[in-house]
């Protein structure tokens, strides 16, 4: 996805919010103020998170699945390896190691971190978090497993759980 085409999504995930709120286009509401209104998280998020999941989901894959060695065989490829003329410059790897870039990840050790569901949950909000979009709901990172605990703890506390192995 190109810079430009998630301005455009967002714009027009923005569109949508003041339409659905009601908001008039002669109205001086800031964008901020609408996503606090709402509670929704901007599109592109949404898109950054739902990728990192499938990364993990196929990371977990039995090795023998396509996909599986699909995903392997591209992590493994030489660094000097360039895509063939007239072919798209990025590729999904690449937006997926962008995405893992703040948090000093790369793809062996993102691959590692999948093996683990709760352990590649909690990578995955810490990506939403430093991505410095997140809204409130998103805010919350459970302990455990992942799933709901009656008192959640705050992320800041749980990004020193995810440093980085320093071998890759």
Not at 17 to 34: D, K, M, S
Not at 87 to 106: K, Y
């Amino acid at each position: 996805m190109t810079v430009t085409s998630k301005r455009r999504l967002d714009a027009f995930n923005q569109w949508c919010l003041r339409y659905i709120v009601h908001i008039p286009f002669t109205a001086h509401v800031t964008n901020q103020e609408v996503c606090s209104r709402t509670g929704q998280p901007p599109v592109t998020s949404l898109v950054k998170s739902r990728r990192l999941k499938l990364f993990g989901h196929i990371a977990r894959a039995e090795p023998a699945q396509d996909h599986a060695r699909a995903l392997r065989a591209s992590i493994s490829l030489p660094e000097d390896w360039r895509r063939p003329r007239d072919r798209p410059r990025q590729s999904w790897l690449r937006t997926v190691e962008a995405d893992l870039e703040p948090l000093n990840f790369g793809l062996h050790t993102a691959c590692r971190r999948a093996a683990d569901r709760s352990v590649w949950w909690s990578v995955v909000e810490t990506a939403m978090l430093l991505d410095g979009r997140a809204t409130s709901m998103m805010i919350m990172i459970y302990p455990g497993n992942g799933r709901c605990a009656s008192k959640p703890i705050r992320a800041q506390t749980r990004l020193s759980a995810l440093t980085p192995e320093t071998a890759e």
